[in-house]
């Protein structure tokens, strides 16, 4: 065996596998074709938890980063609210779920909340870490997911319903649904009625004092019950409701962005899935015939 061309050989055709494998060296769940799991009857109303979903992180990339993805800064600002509002679509497709709102700033009143940031996105490829926290303060899972397109899940999306990524959405909403499923009715109960007493106490703080009390890992658990018919906590139930429809209208707007984006997003993220490719095909062409010639001149 020539050792020097083999070497090299190795070499050459480790530089392909890190370019064909793209630039992205985080370690994240791959994501396979996936159902979402649907409520399979109807879940009772005192069971029906309500999901926040935080604007994501919108961190700023650098051009060298812009340049590798096919991407801008404008564009991944476009998308930390893209991205939340479609999970939220595919979380009510589920029907596991209570009310499910995009929010712009974190709050006490839901029952759930889940952050996420955007790790990788440039039409072929979609990355992201999501985490998942109840009212109590306890983390049901902090996970990074990746999904890759093909030209082919392109052929097949439907506005509001299922994106080229459907399979990472349907994942999440999964994870999310199996992780509920694992908590009694009672548990279910104490976050939805822990996340009412915190919206209690940031409002009437001497009111609610000492009704919840918080572990030095940061875990909330109840103290004490206000009464069933204790006018403090239904005043204050109603201005939650009013807060809620200050976010419902902020959605209806979200939703307007998000009808609006999605034909000129989609068919960018195509057109840049299909141009990744071809430089792949390039890049690939042109090292192997490097590698040849190496091969043939030792």
Same mark, same amino acid.
């Given at each position: ?20 494998? @793209? ?11 996936? #159902?979402?799991?649907?409520?399979q009857e109807e879940? &009772? ?14 961190? +700023?990339?650098?051009?060298? +980063? ?8 404008? /564009? ?7 991205? &939340? ?51 109590? @303060? ?18 097949d999306i439907r ?16 994870? #999310? ?7 009694? &009715?009672? +548990? ?16 009437? &703080? ?11 890992? @940061?875990? /909330? ?10 006018? #403090? ?9 009013? +807060? ?34 071809? #430089? ?10 490097q590698l040849i ?6």
């Amino acid at each position: 065996m020539n050792t020097k061309f083999s070497f090299h050989n190795l070499a050459s055709v480790a530089v392909i596998l890190v370019i064909l494998s @793209g630039c992205a060296t985080y370690q994240a769940q791959k994501v396979v074709p996936t #159902m979402i799991m649907r409520a399979q009857e109807e879940i &009772p109303e005192d069971q029906l938890m309500d999901v926040g979903i935080l604007v994501f992180e919108s961190k +700023e990339i650098t051009e060298e +980063e812009a340049e590798d993805e096919g991407t801008n800064n404008e /564009i991944r600002k476009a998308e930390s609210h893209f991205i &939340p509002y479609h999970l939220k679509n595919t979380l009510r497709q589920s029907s596991q779920w209570g009310a499910v709102r995009v929010i712009p700033a974190e709050t006490d009143s839901v029952d759930l909340l889940v952050t996420g940031k955007i790790l990788e996105s440039n039409g072929e490829d979609l990355g992201l870490q999501i985490d998942v926290t109840d009212a109590a @303060g306890e983390t049901w899972f902090s996970k990074k997911y990746k999904a890759e397109a093909s030209r082919r899940t392109y052929t097949d999306i439907r506005l509001g319903e299922k994106d080229a990524f459907q399979d990472l959405y349907n994942t999440i909403a999964n994870d #999310m649904a199996k992780f509920k499923q694992e908590l009694s &009715p009672d +548990e279910i109960i104490k976050i939805r009625t822990t996340a009412k007493l915190k919206f209690a106490a940031e409002f009437a &703080p001497d009111a609610f004092d000492g009704y919840l009390v918080k572990d030095k890992e @940061g875990i /909330i658990s109840i103290n004490r019950r206000p009464a069933d018919d204790d006018p #403090m906590m239904e005043r204050l139930l109603k201005i939650r409701e009013r +807060e809620y429809m200050y976010v419902d209208t902020l959605n209806e707007q979200y939703d307007q962005f998000y009808n609006t984006m999605w034909p000129s997003y989609e068919n960018w993220r195509s057109l840049n899935l299909t141009e990744r490719q071809a #430089m792949k095909e390039i890049k690939k062409r042109a090292l192997t015939r490097q590698l040849i010639g190496a091969g043939g001149g030792v």
